[in-house]
């Protein structure tokens, strides 16, 4: 497998008629609404034909990610519309220096008539003129569309993840300290996760920092672990599984989906599993471009 750049990955643009009278926009305010209905269905009718629960349990709770994508000038976001309709819409994580794409929703109306296709291209493209070294994105195994669409468009699978949640496990590791991070520890997280991936997510680290919601592992003085905070949406990086053990062992919540766990790490799946957390569902890291094998050990996020 090779690190090939994304521009030379970029696909074929659709024939002119090929996605039937489509047309691309920047996301704005006024779409929330309408995006948000359509992320709902677009999950939660693929979950319930594979006998999973949604990934989002409400109209609500998807409206309130897109605005979050939305509102926040980190992303770039992209709706289809047909006749004046929205019939789907995709966003960038431009945060940090991999891009990352998600979630990808299209109205189940209008699935498998090449929308999809055209609101990845948007996505590519974008990355491309913005000089990405990588762009990265975490598909639902069970979803064989999403699969072989992405695939087709250059992603190689690269990891496979659990998403697991459960109950608190209230467990400290004796020796290593976990304390919320300041602004002083940013330059040592950044650092590290230089050193287990290749490339740091400062675009994450610095706000999540700025909010409280950062913590640090600290071992003999030294920081040895970080995380932006344990769940679906954040990710985690540490030098050995004990770091990891020691943040995940002090969070307080654990919810659905939970936390994504690489599973070519399988003392952390069974610690996982041993201490009582369950299986959301599997997803692939599929990436194009920059990879690097992680040296260390790590919780991803959804988006990588
Ligand atoms: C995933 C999703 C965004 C794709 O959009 P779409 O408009 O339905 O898909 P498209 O028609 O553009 O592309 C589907 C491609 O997969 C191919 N495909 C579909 N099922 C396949 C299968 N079982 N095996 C192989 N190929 C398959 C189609 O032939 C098509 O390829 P083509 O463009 O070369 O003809 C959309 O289906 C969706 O919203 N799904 C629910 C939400 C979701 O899962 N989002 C992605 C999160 S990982």
Not at 114 to 131: C, F, I, K, Q, Y
Not at 168 to 179: C, D, I, K, M
Not at 225 to 233: K, S
Request: glycine share 10%; charged share 20%; with cysteine.
């Amino acid at each position: 497998m090779t690190n090939t750049a994304v521009i030379d990955r970029l696909p074929a643009p659709p024939p002119s008629d090929a996605a039937g009278g489509l047309t691309l926009r920047q996301a704005v305010p006024a779409d929330i609404p309408e995006c948000g209905r359509i992320l709902f269905e677009a999950f939660a009718t693929l979950a319930r034909a594979h006998g999973f629960p949604p990934d989002f349990p409400t109209v609500a709770v998807a409206t309130g990610c897109v605005r979050g994508l939305i509102t926040n000038a980190g992303f770039h976001g992209v709706v289809a519309e047909r006749d004046g309709h929205i019939v789907g819409s995709t966003f960038l994580d431009e945060r940090s220096t991999i891009a990352a794409i998600g979630p990808v929703s299209v109205d189940p109306a209008a699935q498998d008539g090449r929308v999809g296709r055209v609101l990845m291209g948007a996505m590519l493209e974008r990355a491309a003129e913005r000089h990405a070294p990588g762009v990265r994105l975490v598909q639902i195994s069970y979803h064989n569309r999403s699969l072989s669409l992405y695939a087709k468009l250059g992603f190689d699978v690269r990891e496979t993840f659990a998403a697991m949640h459960g109950e608190p496990l209230r467990l400290t590791q004796p020796g290593y300290a976990v304390r919320v991070a300041t602004p002083a520890d940013e330059a040592a997280c950044n650092a590290l996760c230089v050193r287990v991936h290749g490339h740091d997510r400062a675009g994450e680290v610095g706000p999540a920092i700025a909010k409280g919601k950062a913590k640090v592992v600290e071992r003999l003085g030294r920081i040895t672990g970080y995380t932006t905070g344990i769940g679906y949406f954040n990710h985690s990086v540490a030098e050995t599984n004990d770091d990891l053990y020691a943040m995940i062992g002090t969070a307080t919540h654990l919810m659905q989906p939970g936390i994504v766990v690489p599973l070519d790490n399988p003392e952390l799946f069974r610690w996982c599993l041993a201490h009582g957390l369950r299986v959301f569902f599997v997803m692939n890291l599929m990436a194009i471009g920059l990879y690097q094998e992680p040296r260390g050990a790590y919780l991803a996020s959804v988006g990588y």
